[in-house]
């Protein structure tokens, strides 16, 4: 809540002391005065004093008039301007007071604020020692000395976050939320709901103010959208991290990862185990089998003792025969390999080759639709299904078709080349897969023959060793097989350790699903639906009161997506009257006003309206809309009006509850001392 | 259990009927491709808008795909052997260019030359002035230009090395 106090203006002339002071009441004030005696002067200042100047216009000049920026005419001359200050007095749902002061004209910098708790004008005895604060400088909104940080606490609102059409993400700048709570006369009316800001570059400024204000769960809800988008695209892109890595590890040691699955997956392990398998001739093995195989092989070999040489001379001769045969029968087998890897990388290269002669026949489809467009516009018509000349029906071809083939249409052909383009991506995927499969079948193969390669070798020197020495091929086959069971030890490791991390990452992906799911359906939750259907209410009744003739009010509703009013039948900002834009307005934000009183909401409880009799709204409507305003309780509405004088004194007459500050002919700066 | 026939008697017992299905072909051989860049040709790479019909034939074959370009323009621009560019009369182009005659797009000019006329001019134009239609194809005929002649042609197609 924010409430405006006593105001005081003065200005400093080579003629003497000028200023005012006036105390707002709480509930409904009206200010009536004569054209041009000051009253928007009175009521910008009190958007200047809390630095919010900045919702006007992007400039950085003093948005006041000359009487406290330049000179006061006088009837004897024009006083000369030599320093202004304008302060007021602020109070909030605490009952807390802060009095701040802003130069407007002098050697103080306009960018500073100053700051006393307690109120200082009426009550300067008990007031705190003044601070300044910045506003309307970079960064002014962020920093802790910002004046609109501190005005942001006093009133209690934690400001969102708002995304920006360039850089970073902001605060929802004060300046975007004040053209809901004050209407200035020249710009702000006849803009529905009110004249944003647009210069801050605040995305979606029109939604994110009202959520703001009224507290509306549906920022959250989308900004929670947002979040579990990114989660889910987290986790996907790690867990296709690990899988890549995974298999190459995999490959690398000539076997293959299968079944992991691709994407992110809600079971955990899932019912096909992702397992390694190592190639074995032309078949694939599961690791575990295969190191099983080879422990057992070592428990084996560490069983029986470590042969001489001599002792088994032909035995050791027909291993080699047999070890001979088999390297070159397995030489055989990756020669074809070898074929069959190149057949399937020159397929994958033309497949590559026809999907990118497919993209080209995509585009210049694309473009025959355009240059269609194109003729038509110019009067030149290609394709009329008939001869020019002859008027005998030809087809859409330059190729002879045969006597009865018909072309396909061009948006049929787009649409046959859009499939056959999904067709070969699909197949070249397959190919893909197939080139890696068969790569770590060829990196397997290769460690095999370089194992019978080292074991023709040792039973080679086995035979021409000396005949007591222990059998090196023996030998080294327990080291081979020492080092090939390290080897897949660690790879089994590894696998293990990849496989929780895959838990982990299905647990999270669950989790993110789970917040997906609990995600309302719509956009609103049913508390913004609530008092977003009061506010319909509310703006409906407002506009039967104050005489909406465009069109049935019922029929002006409240957006569901941008919370702004909208008609069925007519677009509200052409069709509708000029002076039911301006009913359109107050009822608008009267209601804001109201629901934000009613509901818990962000609404600072005031309302400041300069001028509301825009385009000769008739007398009684708008004296309807001021007894509404007044009716309003706890909140504090602004009202400056040129209105004849006696329609309002009756107005107050009648209700006690307005504040009436009349000033008759008199101006509102006038001489102090 | 029923009978495999039971269940797929009443399915095959229908009346058959054949329906001509209609043929994809490419957007090269459509008539407003072909005769947008005929046009194109003759406004921007011919003088006076008018060329024969064999040079013609040239940078369209040239212009066709981005391969075909890429070699025209090894053969153009640097000195490499000729063979490396082949020529190729192709049949559609010789009927987009009668079809643009009918439209009156084009005309024949001095018995053996094809010139484009007001309405082909316009046209073109606006395509030209679109700029985002035919992208890549504009681009090669706006890089080789009128720079081609009648002589050139001849050369190109004839399989004699260009000096």
């Known amino acids: 809540m924010l409430r405006f106090g006593t105001l005081s203006i003065s200005v400093t002339t080579d003629k003497g002391h000028f200023g005012l002071r006036h105390s707002f009441a709480p509930g409904m004030n009206i200010l009536r005065a004569n054209n041009s005696a000051g009253k928007s002067t009175v009521l910008r200042s009190l958007i200047y004093a809390i630095g919010l100047e900045g919702m006007f216009s992007p400039s950085q000049d003093t948005p006041l008039p000359h009487v406290l920026t330049d000179y006061i005419d006088l009837p004897e001359g024009d006083a000369k301007v030599s320093e202004s200050w304008v302060s007021v007095e602020l109070s909030n749902a605490r009952n807390e007071r802060i009095t701040v002061s802003r130069s407007i004209m002098g050697t103080t910098d306009r960018h500073l604020i100053s700051v006393r708790t307690g109120a200082a004008l009426t009550d300067p005895d008990r007031a705190g020692a003044s601070v300044d604060y910045f506003v309307r400088t970079p960064r002014a909104a962020i920093s802790s000395r910002g004046f609109h940080n501190l005005l942001a606490e006093f009133m209690d609102w934690t400001l969102p976050k708002a995304a920006q059409f360039e850089g970073e993400d902001s605060p929802l700048y004060l300046e975007t939320l004040f053209p809901l709570l004050c209407v200035e006369q020249k710009l702000g009316w006849g803009r529905i709901p009110a004249r944003f800001p647009t210069w801050l570059g605040v995305r979606d400024i029109r939604r994110r103010t009202i959520e703001f204000l009224l507290k509306l769960d549906a920022y959250a809800i989308a900004a929670e959208r947002i979040a579990v988008q990114v989660e889910l695209a987290r986790i996907r892109a790690a867990w296709s991290d690990n899988r890549v890595l995974a298999g190459k590890r995999a490959t690398s040691m000539g076997t293959i990862l299968n079944a992991l699955p691709s994407e992110p997956v809600t079971q955990w392990p899932p019912e096909i185990p992702p397992q390694i398998f190592l190639a074995s001739g032309r078949d694939w093995e599961p690791l575990p089998a295969h190191l099983a195989k080879l422990l057992l092989r070592q428990e084996e070999l560490r069983r029986e003792p470590i042969p001489t040489s001599g002792e088994d001379d032909s035995e050791t001769r027909t291993a080699l025969r047999d070890a001979e045969d088999a390297l070159s029968q397995r030489e055989i087998v990756l020669r074809r390999t070898l074929e069959n890897l190149e057949a399937e990388i020159s397929e994958a290269d033309a497949l590559q080759d026809r999907i990118a002669s497919l993209r080209e026949d995509q585009r210049k489809y694309k473009d025959l639709l355009k240059l269609r467009e194109l003729g038509s516009t110019n009067s030149v018509e290609i394709e009329t299904g008939s001869c020019p000349t002859c008027h005998q029906p030809v087809s859409d071809s330059l190729m002879d078709l045969g006597q009865r083939a018909v072309p396909m249409s061009v948006e049929q052909n787009i649409s046959f ?209 001021l007894k509404h305003a007044a009716s309003i309780p706890d909140c504090q509405v602004l009202v400056a009006t040129s209105h004849e004088r006696e329609g309002i004194a009756a107005l107050a007459a009648a209700l006690p509850l307005i504040h009436l500050w009349e000033l008759g002919d008199a101006r509102l700066i006038t001489k102090i001392g | 259990m029923p009978e495999l026939d039971d269940i797929t008697a009443p399915i095959i017992d229908l009346p058959f009927r054949f329906k001509r299905r209609p043929i994809a072909i490419a957007p090269d051989f459509r008539k407003d491709w072909k005769i947008a860049l005929l046009l194109l040709i003759l406004e921007i790479c011919s003088r006076g808008g008018k060329s024969s019909l064999k040079r013609l034939h040239v940078i369209n074959w040239a212009v066709r795909t981005t391969h075909h370009q890429h070699e025209f323009e090894e053969t153009w621009n640097v000195d490499a052997p000729l063979f490396a560019f082949k020529v190729r009369f192709e049949p559609a182009f010789s009927r987009a260019i009668e079809f643009a005659e009918a439209q009156r797009l084009i005309a024949w000019v001095e018995g053996d030359r094809v010139q484009i006329t007001q309405l082909g001019r316009t046209y073109a134009g606006a395509i030209i002035k679109k700029g985002e239609i035919l992208g890549t194809e504009m681009a090669f005929l706006k890089r080789v230009g009128k720079s081609v002649t009648e002589f050139d042609a001849t050369k190109l197609l004839t399989g004699a090395k260009i000096a």
């Open chain 1, 417 to 625: 080349y859009e499939e056959q383009f999904l067709l070969f991506q699909a197949v070249l995927a397959n190919a893909r897969a197939a080139i890696s499969a068969s790569e770590a079948q060829i990196v397997a193969m290769r460690e095999e023959l370089d194992q019978l390669r080292a074991r023709v070798r040792s039973l080679r020197e086995t035979l021409t060793s000396a005949s007591n020495a222990p059998s090196i091929e023996a030998l080294s086959e327990r080291l081979r097989l020492e080092e090939r069971i390290t080897n897949l030890k660690a790879l089994t490791t590894f696998f293990q350790d990849t496989l929780g991390t895959f838990a982990n990452l299905t647990d999270e992906w669950n989790a993110a699903l789970d917040r997906r799911r609990h995600l309302p359906p719509g956009t609103l939750s049913n508390s913004d639906e609530t008092k977003l259907s009061d506010l319909q209410g509310r703006f409906q009744n407002q506009l039967n009161a104050y005489g909406f003739g465009s069109s049935d009010e019922k029929r002006v509703t409240i957006s569901r997506s941008d919370y702004e009013p909208e008609l069925t039948d007519i677009n509200l900002a052409a069709d509708a009257a000029a002076s039911d834009v301006i009913r359109l307005q107050w009822a608008y934000l009267l209601s804001l006003l109201e629901v934000g009183v009613s509901s818990s909401s962000n609404h600072p409880r005031f309302l400041i309206l300069d001028e509301p009799q825009q385009q000769s709204v008739e007398d009684a409507n708008f004296l309807e809309m």
